[in-house]
């Protein structure tokens, strides 16, 4: 049986803006992090990490620090070894150049042997208190051998380069950990040999720290007796972290509870286990105490994954009539010093299948490489590839348009994917189910008053400013893999209603957002509504926060799961109405014998059940995951005499198909776009050629504030609702910051095309733009 789709228009709560219900307890305080999670008996712990890039441990001696005040034990990676811990599980997409599975270097929980990053943890001290721990922590003595180090990503695909991970070098590929091709590359020469113009483009996409605003924290206990480890943690999956640490201890999911409370930030970058997980948890064991640690910020900026990273060459054949009709990407991707959970994903994951975005280009040559370097493993950072992809495909269908001297609009419309040709099959193998990309660019220009332009350009000349505008269309997968998700709903007697859930609340909301499914459908108030989740006894199976899906999966079970329980108290209300079920209509909270007036509500009938209660499990999987898309217009304004760059004015508009809550879809936005800014215009992570980080703190790493926003407008088109679900919902996690970084990037470019300065990379610093206008040699980084 097909479900009914969601017609917002006519709802109580379903596409109402209704503040968030998270909100209250965060802003007064009353928010519970991990680092607010207090254990019995709890010592505290900290790490001692590597201060090279790349060295081997000859020893260590931690006599000093285990005679230090307060030190309870000492523990090392041979520690770890010794009892038997397997290395932290990662995800294997890809294969290596000769078809083989990929071999990467062991990551434990305390490295043994070889240290591959600076930070990379050797040793775990726990004391009474994290002050003792820490200051006993400086009095471990380790010996290293330094061995060369690599922090290029061009040096790491060199024969000529260190050798990271002997077993995983090869001459011709360098420090390979795996490869990645798609498409018809002769059928794709061809067209280039044929093509009336090839547009060729270089494109730097810098590594960046996801930063969330809690630090990594742990605290983790061991029930002896049970055999049992309970680990809490802020993370964006519950359930994939149980999994992993089950694979380090080599025991059954059920010997673990995960558990997660407020969750202050993830971007990707929280969604699996650290070797830390696994250490704080080995240490619980063998201490027989609770175990609590807390990162400190150049903690979370050694160790935690870092995002992006990668170079393209990228190459577009377009026709005599200006048709796009080949691309040719080559990417070399750097993951950094060990395969994180996604690492060696990410480059050939989301992004690369919609390579060829909303144009109808047939013909794709994709080849992704991806290297081992001694930096910081690499992972998901909002958006996973798909901002990457999106990047460089606008940045060069808008390069395209400059060197063709074509309107940007006029060839972008004469490539773009019709409404009337979905679905739509992209080279990649990939199927668009729904989209009218014409009209959301359509609508984007109108909002920015495009024709408006020329006169605020000639404004800002008036003051001595440069000024340009730039556009970026897009499109992107959402929904993760995880396309299945489970809930319970439970109706008491008191008129509550509590849902379980395995997804996470991350800061996106969906709390609020299953709140307004339940009280619509139920007829009760939101305040009735409770929602749990971020415990995995409490919820035992679950997909967790990622890739845009928890509305378009969790809320889809929400959902179906709701109509569940309503047809499931249909049965109950039958027997004790004493009448047929199918004579039992259900609206605004009651039951009711259709024409007459004998009637019970839902909270009444559930006091009748003899648990009081009226509860189902469900389990929904959706059709498949969707596709996102919308269109940015920004105006940049540039002073030339010290490359300052002012955002003038951001606008989107997307389609994320059925808006469940137009306020949190217009947050998410909001958020990505802010995300998006600071990467295009500030945020790097930046290493020396020895492999040590430069940009440690927040005194070298630049985050966006509230001042460089500009006006920010947003709309939603819910014209082409996806059929893959039955809220017909797509992602809108991370679009703002997959349209965000090219459209700011072509703005800046354009403004500083009439001064000759044709291409820069990210992220366009004052200084960056300076030097472009003064043709002053930019330094080494």
Same mark, same amino acid.
């Given at each position: 049986?097909?479900?009914?789709?969601?017609?917002?228009?006519?709802?109580?709560?379903?596409?109402?803006?209704?503040?968030?219900?998270?909100?209250?307890?965060?802003?007064?305080?009353?928010?519970?992090?991990?680092?607010?999670?207090?254990?019995?008996?709890?010592?505290?712990?900290?790490?001692?990490?590597?201060?090279?890039?790349?060295?081997? +441990? =000859?020893? !260590?001696?931690?006599?000093?620090? $285990? /005679? #230090?005040?307060?030190?309870?034990?000492?523990?090392?990676?041979?520690? @770890?070894?010794?009892?038997?811990?397997?290395?932290?599980?990662?995800?294997?997409?890809?294969?290596?150049?000769?078809?083989?599975?990929?071999?990467?270097?062991?990551?434990?929980?305390?490295?043994?042997?070889?240290?591959?990053?600076?930070?990379?943890?050797?040793?775990?001290?726990?004391?009474?208190?994290?002050?003792?721990?820490?200051?006993?922590?400086?009095?471990?003595?380790?010996?290293?051998?330094?061995?060369?180090?690599?922090?290029?990503?061009?040096?790491?695909?060199?024969?000529?380069?260190?050798?990271?991970?002997?077993?995983?070098?090869?001459?011709?590929?360098?420090? +390979? =950990?795996? !490869?990645?091709?798609?498409?018809? $590359? /002769? #059928?794709?020469?061809?067209?280039?040999?044929?093509?009336?113009?090839? @547009?060729?483009?270089?494109?730097?996409?810098?590594?960046?720290?996801?930063?969330?605003?809690?630090?990594?924290?742990?605290?983790?206990?061991?029930?002896?007796?049970?055999?049992?480890?309970?680990?809490?943690?802020?993370?964006?999956?519950?359930?994939?972290?149980?999994?992993?640490?089950?694979?380090?201890?080599?025991?059954?999911?059920?010997?673990?509870?995960?558990?997660?409370?407020?969750?202050?930030?993830?971007?990707?970058?929280?969604?699996?286990?650290?070797?830390?997980?696994?250490?704080?948890?080995?240490?619980?064991?063998?201490?027989?105490?609770?175990?609590?640690?807390?990162?400190?910020?150049?903690?979370?900026?050694?160790?935690?994954?870092?995002?992006?990273?990668?170079?393209?060459?990228?190459?577009?054949?377009?026709?005599?009539?200006?048709?796009?009709?080949?691309?040719?990407?080559?990417?070399?991707?750097?993951?950094?010093?060990?395969?994180?959970?996604?690492?060696?994903?990410?480059?050939?994951?989301?992004?690369?299948?919609?390579?060829?975005?909303?144009?109808?280009?047939?013909?794709?040559?994709?080849?992704?490489?991806?290297?081992?370097?001694?930096?910081?493993?690499?992972?998901?950072?909002?958006?996973?590839?798909?901002?990457?992809?999106?990047?460089?495909?606008?940045?060069?269908?808008?390069?395209?348009?400059?060197?063709?001297?074509?309107?940007?609009?006029?060839?972008?419309?004469?490539?773009?994917?019709?409404?009337?040709?979905?679905?739509?099959?992209?080279?990649?193998?990939?199927?668009?189910?729904?989209?009218?990309?014409?009209?959301?660019?359509?609508?984007?220009?109108?909002?920015?008053?495009?024709?408006?332009?020329?006169?605020?350009?000639?404004?800002?000349?008036?003051?001595?400013?440069?000024?340009?505008?730039?556009?970026?269309?897009?499109?992107?997968?959402?929904?993760?893999?995880?396309?299945?998700?489970?809930?319970?709903?439970?109706?008491?007697?008191?008129?509550?209603?509590?849902?379980?859930?395995?997804?996470?609340?991350?800061?996106?909301?969906?709390?609020?957002?299953?709140?307004?499914?339940?009280?619509?459908?139920?007829?009760?108030?939101?305040?009735?509504?409770?929602?749990?989740?971020?415990?995995?006894?409490?919820?035992?199976?679950?997909?967790?926060?990622?890739?845009?899906?928890?509305?378009?999966?969790?809320?889809?079970?929400?959902?179906?799961?709701?109509?569940?329980?309503?047809?499931?108290?249909?049965?109950?209300?039958?027997?004790?109405?004493?009448?047929?079920?199918?004579?039992?209509?259900?609206?605004?909270?009651?039951?009711?014998?259709?024409?007459?007036?004998?009637?019970?509500?839902?909270?009444?009938?559930?006091?009748?059940?003899?648990?009081?209660?009226?509860?189902?499990?469900?389990?929904?999987?959706?059709?498949?995951?969707?596709?996102?898309?919308?269109?940015?217009?920004?105006?940049?304004?540039?002073?030339?005499?010290?490359?300052?760059?002012?955002?003038?004015?951001?606008?989107?508009?997307?389609?994320?198909?059925?808006?469940?809550?137009?306020?949190?879809?217009?947050?998410?936005?909001?958020?990505?776009?802010?995300?998006?800014?600071?990467?295009?215009?500030?945020?790097?992570?930046?290493?020396?050629?020895?492999?040590?980080?430069?940009?440690?703190?927040?005194?070298?790493?630049?985050?966006?504030?509230?001042?460089?926003?500009?006006?920010?407008?947003?709309?939603?088109?819910?014209?082409?609702?996806?059929?893959?679900?039955?809220?017909?919902?797509?992602?809108?996690?991370?679009?703002?910051?997959?349209?965000?970084?090219?459209?700011?990037?072509?703005?800046?470019?354009?403004?500083?095309?009439?001064?000759?300065?044709?291409?820069?990379?990210?992220?366009?610093?004052?200084?960056?733009?300076?030097?472009?206008?003064?043709?002053?040699?930019?330094?080494?980084?």
């Amino acid at each position: 049986m097909t479900e009914p789709a969601i017609q917002p228009g006519a709802s109580q709560w379903i596409g109402k803006p209704l503040r968030r219900l998270e909100d209250r307890k965060l802003l007064s305080g009353e928010g519970r992090f991990t680092d607010d999670v207090s254990l019995e008996n709890e010592a505290h712990a900290a790490f001692v990490r590597s201060p090279h890039a790349h060295a081997r +441990i =000859a020893g !260590i001696d931690v006599s000093a620090a $285990r /005679a #230090a005040p307060g030190v309870l034990a000492v523990y090392t990676g041979a520690d @770890v070894v010794a009892a038997g811990l397997a290395p932290v599980p990662f995800t294997q997409l890809h294969k290596r150049p000769d078809g083989a599975d990929m071999t990467v270097p062991p990551r434990h929980a305390l490295t043994a042997d070889t240290a591959r990053f600076v930070g990379d943890a050797v040793a775990l001290v726990v004391a009474e208190t994290r002050d003792q721990a820490r200051d006993a922590a400086d009095l471990v003595e380790v010996e290293w051998h330094p061995l060369p180090a690599n922090a290029d990503l061009a040096a790491a695909a060199s024969a000529a380069g260190p050798v990271h991970w002997a077993p995983a070098f090869t001459p011709e590929y360098g420090n +390979i =950990a795996a !490869i990645y091709r798609m498409g018809e $590359r /002769a #059928a794709a020469e061809a067209a280039f040999a044929a093509a009336a113009h090839v @547009v060729r483009l270089r494109v730097v996409n810098q590594r960046v720290v996801a930063n969330p605003i809690e630090p990594r924290a742990l605290a983790a206990q061991y029930d002896e007796r049970a055999g049992r480890f309970t680990l809490h943690c802020p993370t964006q999956n519950t359930h994939t972290v149980r999994g992993q640490l089950a694979k380090v201890f080599k025991i059954e999911e059920d010997k673990l509870r995960i558990r997660c409370n407020d969750l202050g930030g993830g971007f990707g970058a929280r969604g699996y286990a650290y070797p830390e997980h696994a250490a704080l948890c080995f240490a619980a064991r063998a201490l027989g105490r609770a175990v609590k640690w807390r990162a400190d910020r150049s903690e979370n900026f050694l160790s935690e994954v870092h995002g992006r990273d990668s170079v393209t060459e990228a190459e577009l054949a377009i026709d005599g009539a200006q048709r796009f009709t080949a691309l040719r990407l080559r990417t070399l991707a750097n993951i950094g010093a060990y395969a994180s959970n996604f690492g060696a994903c990410v480059p050939a994951m989301s992004g690369v299948r919609a390579p060829t975005g909303v144009y109808a280009i047939p013909l794709l040559d994709h080849e992704v490489r991806m290297f081992f370097t001694n930096t910081a493993p690499v992972d998901a950072y909002r958006g996973a590839g798909r901002p990457e992809m999106g990047y460089l495909l606008e940045r060069l269908v808008t390069r395209a348009a400059r060197e063709l001297k074509v309107d940007p609009i006029e060839l972008r419309l004469r490539n773009m994917i019709k409404p009337a040709q979905m679905p739509w099959k992209n080279p990649a193998g990939q199927t668009y189910d729904c989209g009218d990309f014409p009209k959301l660019l359509k609508e984007a220009l109108a909002a920015a008053d495009w024709q408006g332009f020329v006169a605020r350009k000639a404004a800002a000349a008036k003051r001595g400013r440069l000024y340009g505008r730039g556009l970026a269309c897009y499109i992107e997968i959402t929904g993760s893999a995880r396309v299945t998700e489970a809930v319970i709903l439970t109706v008491e007697a008191d008129g509550s209603v509590t849902l379980v859930s395995g997804t996470q609340q991350i800061g996106q909301g969906i709390q609020t957002s299953y709140t307004q499914i339940i009280a619509e459908l139920l007829g009760v108030l939101p305040e009735a509504v409770r929602v749990i989740q971020g415990d995995t006894d409490v919820a035992k199976t679950g997909g967790g926060a990622g890739g845009s899906r928890s509305l378009q999966v969790g809320g889809s079970a929400t959902l179906i799961g709701t109509r569940a329980l309503i047809e499931t108290g249909r049965a109950l209300a039958a027997k004790e109405l004493e009448a047929a079920a199918v004579d039992i209509e259900f609206a605004d909270g009651r039951y009711r014998i259709a024409g007459t007036d004998r009637s019970i509500g839902l909270a009444e009938l559930a006091a009748k059940q003899p648990e009081r209660r009226i509860s189902i499990a469900h389990s929904e999987t959706v059709k498949g995951q969707t596709w996102p898309n919308g269109c940015q217009v920004c105006e940049a304004e540039v002073d030339p005499d010290t490359g300052v760059v002012r955002l003038a004015r951001l606008v989107a508009v997307d389609d994320v198909g059925r808006v469940m809550n137009p306020l949190i879809a217009e947050g998410q936005v909001h958020g990505g776009m802010m995300q998006g800014i600071g990467q295009a215009l500030m945020e790097q992570s930046v290493y020396d050629e020895n492999g040590q980080l430069l940009t440690g703190s927040f005194m070298d790493y630049a985050m966006p504030r509230a001042d460089v926003l500009p006006e920010l407008a947003t709309g939603f088109d819910e014209s082409v609702p996806s059929a893959l679900n039955p809220l017909g919902a797509k992602g809108v996690g991370e679009a703002g910051c997959h349209g965000a970084m090219p459209a700011v990037v072509n703005a800046v470019l354009d403004a500083l095309a009439e001064r000759g300065v044709a291409e820069l990379d990210m992220p366009l610093t004052s200084e960056k733009v300076w030097r472009a206008l003064a043709r002053v040699p930019a330094r080494a980084s």
